[in-house]
Structures are given as structure tokens and as C-alpha cells.
């Protein structure tokens, strides 16, 4: 049984830093590529960024690049998301997911996480 656990969410305000972590357990982690989404309030579910399985390949919504980092720890069966210079728009729900990437390394979530909440004060 997969389990996909996020943490680090909370309130902060504009401008802030927050760093979202994902424990994952009961695959190996190091075999799979790794994705966060997000979703804000009346909203569709939008990709954010993506990790392939060793950290060597990596993608960015447009929305989020040069503010967010993405990176995993295999060590630690655990991906994190460094999100900079936070906007209120960037108020969602956080998810992660194991992923399957296509060829032109579009993620396509396996498993999901049950998400973390992020809200940017302005």
C-alpha cells in the first residue's frame, strides 16, 4: 500500500518562504518520478513542478518558476517543494503524487497525496 504523505503548509505572508516536504512509503521511492500540483478554491488541479527519479531532470509551471525549488532526498524516500517570494495567488491546496512522466516529461500522477494547505497573506 502506497502512502503519500505531505507536510509543511501553513499561513504566511506575501513574500514569505515556506518548504513543503512528502514522505513516501510502500514503493521505492527512487524509482519513481515525483510531482506537485496544487489547487486553489473554485479552481482545476494544476501542475506545479516535477522531479525525474534520480534529481536530474526537473520542470516548472511557468507561474511558479525562479520562486519555487524542487528536490528529493532518496535517502528519504522524500521530496520537498521550496517555495520563494509567495504571492497570495499562490493560495491552494498542495499536493504530491508519485508520478509516471511521458516522453516529453509531462507527470501523470500514480498516487496522490491528501494535500497540504498554503495561504499567502497580502
Known amino acids: 500500500q502506497v502512502q503519500v504523505v505531505e507536510s509543511g503548509g501553513g499561513l504566511v505572508q506575501a513574500g514569505g518562504s515556506l518548504r513543503l516536504s512528502c514522505v513516501v512509503s510502500?514503493?521505492?521511492?527512487?524509482?519513481?518520478?515525483m510531482g506537485w500540483f496544487r489547487q486553489a478554491p473554485g479552481k482545476e488541479r494544476e501542475f506545479v513542478s516535477v522531479?525525474?527519479?534520480?534529481?536530474?531532470?526537473?520542470n516548472y509551471a511557468d507561474s511558479v518558476k525562479g520562486r519555487f525549488i524542487i528536490s528529493r532526498d532518496n535517502a528519504k524516500d522524500t521530496v520537498y517543494l521550496q517555495m520563494n517570494s509567495l504571492d497570495p495567488e499562490d493560495t491552494a491546496v498542495y499536493y504530491c503524487?508519485?508520478?509516471?512522466?511521458?516522453?516529453?516529461?509531462?507527470?501523470?500522477?500514480?498516487?496522490w497525496g491528501q494535500g497540504t494547505q498554503v495561504t499567502v497573506s497580502s
Open positions: 503524487a508519485v508520478v509516471s512522466v511521458t516522453t516529453h516529461f509531462v507527470p501523470q500522477a500514480l498516487y
Open positions: 522531479i525525474d527519479e534520480s534529481g536530474s531532470r526537473i
Open positions: 510502500g514503493r521505492t521511492f527512487s524509482s519513481y518520478a
